[in-house]
């Protein structure tokens, strides 16, 4: 167990709000992920952190922002929530799993789901 | 760009036969491959994963995949299903380890469903 904590679970929330997502882990892993699940889409990477303060866009990034002020912490908001941002959100981390630098695999948390109406 | 496709969306089988998921890769380096599978209302786990070596690589739950560069394929296999055995498989690629901002990328996902 990576020790992944992703809160809160469970979410509903009103159309242009925002939103804050968090995922905490107990590890000290570098690499950090925040992906959404929507059904024929698969895992979607929305901003991925690669070290305190550093962070980078993922192929869905428009209209959520990430932190990452301390290792153990990634925070995905969504600015401004609108219901195409309905969805299973996971964070992930990149956990090396072997002598080596490239053994390496994600380990995820449980997911989120938010449902923005 | 890096990218994963695969091509089959449902796949359906009757349970003690064999299982074949496919996967693609786009990766312009040597890739590193990955097979996560998803229970219903679950997380995701890892089944299996190919960095260099041998192409042939053995999973949990009786899981093997083969890496075939020729072909930038890295298909899932199973010699025999069990009823467990339903759930959504997600083929993935590890890209730009290089460059110190190590991402996964993931294929759009195989439901597979079992037949008693």
């Known amino acids: 167990d990576a020790g992944i904590t992703q809160s809160p679970r469970h979410k509903v929330t009103e159309t242009g709000t925002p939103v804050t997502l968090r995922c905490h882990q107990t590890?000290?892993?570098?690499?950090m992920y925040w992906y959404r699940q929507d059904p024929g889409h698969g895992l979607r990477l929305i901003h991925y952190s690669y070290g305190v303060k550093d962070t980078d866009k993922g192929e869905v990034s428009d209209g959520y922002s990430v932190s990452r002020s301390k290792t153990e912490d990634f925070l995905l908001t969504l600015e401004s929530a609108t219901s195409s941002q309905t969805s299973v959100y996971f964070c992930a981390i990149s956990r090396r799993t072997g002598g080596t630098l490239e053994n390496t695999e994600a380990f995820f948390g449980q997911g989120t789901r938010l449902t923005v109406v | 760009a890096q990218s994963v496709t695969q091509p089959d969306i449902h796949i359906t089988v009757s349970e003690g036969a064999s299982l074949e998921l496919r996967c693609n890769y786009s990766?312009?380096?040597?890739?590193?491959l990955f097979w996560y599978v998803q229970s219903p209302g679950q997380g995701l786990q890892l089944l299996l994963k190919?960095?260099?070596?041998?192409?042939l690589v053995q999973g949990i739950k009786g899981f093997e995949a083969e890496f075939k560069r020729s072909q930038s394929s890295f298909n899932l296999r199973k010699p025999s299903v069990h009823w467990s055995d339903a759930a959504e498989y997600f083929c993935?690629?590890?890209?730009?380890?290089?460059?110190?901002?190590?991402?996964?990328?993931f294929g759009t996902g195989t439901r597979l469903k079992v037949l008693a």
């Open positions: 990766y312009g380096a040597t890739p590193y």
């Open positions: 993935a690629v590890g890209a730009g380890r290089t460059s110190g901002t190590y991402k996964y990328i």
């Open positions: 590890e000290n892993h570098r690499y």
């Open positions: 190919y960095f260099s070596g041998d192409t």
